[in-house]
């Protein structure tokens, strides 16, 4: 069962659009909402994340609205530029679980046309 | 990224053993081996906290972590299969609990 899914698998914008990434997840204990950017050839780098107790987190051009009583959450992009094409995943924990166990999306694609 | 340092970055195997070694200067107490294949999210083999194993995924015997101190991660891959050519990456948190993972550069591994 996949816990954390993202749509849409890819997607293209032109630069100065604003891109809009989906993900849900299905475990009502995930409180921490972390989204990864990575690049070909590099690791995943944290871009922005978000609490459960919040519903909105904003940096710079990056937002992530959360809603919580439907499990769902969104990353946008405004003002969109090709250096930010690059393969998005979001992710998910439950902090007080201790596990450590970080459940990553499928990652969204994202292509910036100039 | 030079604060987590992985090596090799590039590794073409026949069927031989090998080691991938990690290195953080973060000061993190938890340190992972992730292993993301083509096209594919990032997914955990092994989680250690403070030098001790708390998380092994289902992975294959072939697989054998090591923490030798709290800053270095290796893993032994002993007779690789095609299956394990993917790209593995070490990370690390300054926690094992909602605390940001730092991702190395990761080692890519062909298994020919």
């Known amino acids: 069962q996949q816990q954390v899914r993202q749509s849409p698998q890819s997607l293209t914008v032109w630069e100065g659009e604003t891109a809009i990434l989906n993900c849900s997840y299905e475990?009502?204990?995930?409180?921490?909402f972390p989204w990864y950017q990575q690049f070909p050839g590099e690791g995943p780098a944290l871009l922005i994340a978000?609490?459960?107790?919040?519903d909105k987190k904003e940096d710079g051009r990056f937002t992530i609205f959360f809603n919580k009583r439907e499990k769902k959450l969104s990353l946008h992009i405004t003002d969109s530029q090709p250096g930010d094409s690059a393969t998005y995943f979001c992710?998910?924990?439950?902090?007080?679980?201790?596990?450590?166990?970080?459940?990553f999306g499928h990652g969204t694609i994202l292509r910036v046309h100039p | 990224n030079t604060k987590i340092t992985q090596s090799p970055r590039y590794l073409i195997l026949g069927r031989a053993n090998k080691s991938l070694e990690c290195e953080q200067h973060?000061?993190?107490?938890?340190m992972y081996w992730y292993k993301q294949s083509a096209e594919k999210p990032p997914e955990l083999m092994f989680l250690?906290?403070?030098?001790?194993?708390?998380r092994n995924e289902t992975v294959p015997s072939r697989f054998i972590p090591e923490c030798p101190d709290s800053s270095k991660l290796l893993l032994h891959i002993s007779a690789v299969d095609p299956e394990d050519s993917a790209v593995y990456f070490c990370?690390?948190?300054?926690?094992?609990?909602?605390?940001?993972?730092?991702f190395g550069e990761g080692s890519r591994l062909i298994v020919v």
């Open positions: 990370a690390s948190s300054h926690t094992v609990s909602g605390n940001t993972l730092y």
């Open positions: 475990n009502s204990a995930f409180d921490y």
């Open positions: 978000i609490r459960s107790v919040s």
């Open positions: 992710a998910a924990s439950e902090t007080g679980a201790n596990t450590g166990k970080l459940t």
């Open positions: 973060l000061g993190h107490n938890a």
């Open positions: 250690y906290n403070l030098k001790q194993l708390i």
